[in-house]
Nanobody
Framework: QVQLVESGGGLVQPGGSLRLSCAAS????????IGWFRQAPGKEREGVSC????????NYADSVKGRFTISRDNAKNTVYLQMNSLKSEDTAVYYC??????????????????WGQGTQVTVSS
């Protein structure tokens, strides 16, 4: 069974950091581009970042550029999102998604085939 599971969310103060993980089971992540998305209450889901299958290409939405870093450990079948200098507007449910191909289309994977269930990130004092 193909499954993506996010973890690492929680409550953090503004300016703090969190690292999200996206672990895959039932398939190997290293063939696919992986993206992180988020959805805040009352808003549409938006792309945050994407990493190519090799990890050689990473792209970010302007709203997180310079603060978030996407990375992958293909040996562990896991993709990470390091989030620093968090702001209240980063509060959202964060999802990871796998594309059907090895490359990104901007900061989202091309042709998404699988989604995780999401993890809540709340930035508040």
């Amino acid at each position: 069974q193909v499954q993506l599971v996010e973890s690492g969310g929680g409550l953090v103060q503004p300016g703090g950091s969190l690292r999200l993980s996206c672990a895959a089971s039932g398939f190997r992540l290293d063939y696919y581009a992986i993206g992180w998305f988020r959805q805040a209450p009352g808003k549409e889901r938006e792309g945050v970042s994407c990493i190519s299958s090799s990890g050689g290409i990473t792209n970010y939405a302007d709203s997180v550029k310079g603060r978030f870093t996407i990375s992958r450990d293909n040996a562990k079948n896991t993709v990470y999102l390091q989030m620093n200098s968090l702001k209240s507007e980063d509060t959202a449910v964060y999802y990871c998604a796998a594309g059907k191909y090895y490359y990104c289309s901007g900061y989202v994977p091309w042709n998404i085939s699988s989604w995780g269930q999401g993890t809540q990130v709340t930035v508040s004092s």
